[in-house]
């Protein structure tokens, strides 16, 4: 294949990972933003409105628990089937759970099945969101230059900033709508709207090949018959890790994003601070992925992640004191800071880096489980967040400790990973085979 022929398919691998990564991430983000703004007031009515809020979240929640469910079930037909069909199937999922939350009824129309149905679909949304991180990533990866695989994994990466920059622009346009307005029909617009990403995704993705890496192994008969058992046999170590490492990036986004929305209205300021704020660090998210990936490549993916952790460590308190401060400029530059370092510089390389801890046929499982799982604990986060403010009597300080404290664990956990981005295990693997093929052993090392 000529240089220009590689290049041009690798553009169009990753269109197809962006495009599809967006639309998930652009339908996820949204309802958080309509957990922290709508769904309150129009599903949980009857409540006091710091419980209509902790409900809200609590279905907010029930996504993240639905995550690990995709990421197990289509991580498993990743491994056994291939990367696209399952990328389209996971699409299509997310997409119709996206849409049809935009032709809810609410509760003063059908009462408790209002909500009974929100959380219906935002589950489809959590399983369809759990296949397609793992299957989006590896689209690309398994498709790029060995030696730029941090840059090309990151793009897709960036798609969670333009799905929040996209889902918080939508949000922000629509609040200048007369409150009524916005309440009775307004909110929906941005649910509705998804189906036209989702159009776009599907066709795009229809048209790509599958990936160089899962074909050798098709071709080779050596696909495992149950790939979650494999992982757990081969990688325990490398799956706990990965776990831990994670949790700093999904709390901290949710409590600079979702709680962080909530928690500035607690001060008495409307959401346009905060909305604003995300506006802009998600702007700036979409261009430091892909440089943040490609600084991976030249010094490795392990010190972008430490110093991100460490970063969220020692910020998470400040954080807090900015927005108390409820001057406009000290809350951009809290949500901005907090975002651009932490969770999106994590984000921006997760994908390649946990890509490397596994080989390539548990791959697909590795990566999903690994972040889908640790991904409950982001669900949680706002929820424990408003929680452990009522029990702070408002004030933010056990907010900030909890963030401290599951950041620290990030950095334990990344200090005890290898460096991936020199040789990774599949590399490994292979170099092993080679060397026992070579000594004459038929014996296949597994």
Same mark, same amino acid.
């Given at each position: 294949?000529?240089?220009?022929?590689?290049?041009?398919?690798?553009?169009?691998?990753?269109?197809?990972?962006?495009?599809?990564?967006?639309l998930e991430w652009y339908d996820f983000f949204l309802y958080g933003t309509a957990a922290a703004l709508v769904f309150n007031v129009l599903f949980f009515p009857e409540s006091d409105p710091l419980v209509g809020?902790?409900?809200?979240?609590?279905?907010?929640?029930?996504?993240?628990? !639905?995550?690990?469910?995709?990421?197990?079930?289509?991580?498993?037909?990743?491994?056994?089937?291939?990367?696209?069909? =399952?990328?389209?199937?996971?699409?299509? =999922?997310?997409?119709?759970?996206?849409?049809?939350i935009g032709l809810l009824p609410t509760y003063e129309s059908i009462g408790i099945w209002a909500p009974i149905l929100l959380i219906t679909f935002r589950i489809l949304q959590g399983i369809g969101l759990g296949g397609e991180y793992g299957g989006a990533a590896l689209l690309t990866i398994e498709h790029s230059p060995r030696h730029q695989r941090g840059f090309w994994a990151s793009i897709p990466?960036?798609?969670?900033?333009?799905?929040?920059?996209?889902?918080?622009?939508?949000f922000a346009l629509l609040t200048k709508m007369p409150e009524a307005q916005f309440l009775a029909w307004g909110w929906r617009i941005p649910f509705l709207i998804s189906i036209l990403l989702l159009v776009v995704g599907l066709? *795009?993705?229809?048209? *790509?090949?599958?990936?160089?890496?899962?074909?050798?192994?098709?071709?080779?008969?050596?696909?495992?018959?149950?790939?979650?058992?494999?992982?757990?046999?081969?990688?325990?170590?490398?799956?706990?890790?990965a776990l831990g490492a994670r949790l700093g990036e999904t709390v901290s986004s949710n409590i600079f994003n979702a709680f962080g929305i909530a928690y500035i209205g607690t001060l008495g300021l409307s959401s346009e601070a905060?909305?604003?704020g995300i506006l802009i660090a998600s702007a700036i998210g979409i261009v430091a992925c892909p440089l943040y990936g490609a600084l991976s490549d030249k010094i490795g993916r392990r010190p972008i992640y430490l110093f991100?952790?460490?970063?969220?460590?020692?910020?998470?308190?400040?954080?807090?004191?900015?927005?108390?401060?409820?001057? #406009?400029?000290?809350?951009? =530059?809290?949500?901005?800071?907090?975002? *651009?370092?932490? #969770?999106?510089?994590?984000?921006?390389?997760?994908?390649?880096?946990?890509?490397?801890?596994?080989?390539?046929?548990?791959?697909?499982?590795?990566?999903?489980?690994?972040?889908?799982?640790?991904? =409950?604990?982001?669900?949680?986060?706002?929820?424990?967040?408003?929680?452990?403010?009522?029990?702070?009597?408002?004030? #933010?300080?056990?907010? !900030?400790?909890?963030?401290?404290?599951i950041s620290i664990i990030s950095l334990i956990a990344t200090f005890l990973s290898k460096e991936t981005y020199l040789v990774d295990v599949s590399e490994k693997e292979e170099s092993a085979e080679s060397s026992t093929s070579n000594k004459g052993n038929n014996k296949v090392i597994s």
């Open positions: 294949m000529s240089t220009n022929h590689a290049s041009a398919n690798m553009r169009k691998v990753t269109i197809a990972s962006f495009i599809g990564a967006l809020t902790l409900l809200s979240f609590a279905t907010f929640a029930v996504g993240f628990l !639905a995550r690990p469910i995709g990421g197990i079930i289509f991580g498993h037909y990743g491994d056994k089937i291939g990367r696209k069909t =399952i990328l389209v199937l996971t699409l299509i =999922i997310m997409g119709v759970g996206t849409f049809a990466q960036s798609a969670t900033s333009a799905g929040l920059l996209l889902s918080t622009a939508t066709f *795009i993705r229809m048209n *790509i090949a599958e990936t160089p890496a899962f074909k050798k192994v098709k071709e080779s008969k050596e696909e495992v018959k149950v790939p979650l058992f494999e992982l757990i046999r081969k990688y325990p170590k490398s799956l706990f890790l905060s909305l604003n991100s952790a460490a970063f969220l460590v020692l910020f998470s308190f400040p954080f807090f004191m900015l927005l108390n401060t409820t001057e #406009p400029s000290l809350i951009y =530059i809290a949500i901005i800071a907090g975002y *651009i370092f932490g #969770p999106t510089m994590m984000f921006s390389i997760q994908s390649v880096y946990f890509t490397e801890m596994f080989g390539t046929r548990v791959r697909y499982s590795g990566v999903s489980v690994a972040y889908q799982v640790s991904s =409950i604990m982001g669900g949680l986060t706002p929820l424990i967040a408003t929680y452990l403010l009522q029990k702070g009597a408002g004030t #933010p300080w056990l907010v !900030a400790g909890f963030l401290g404290v």
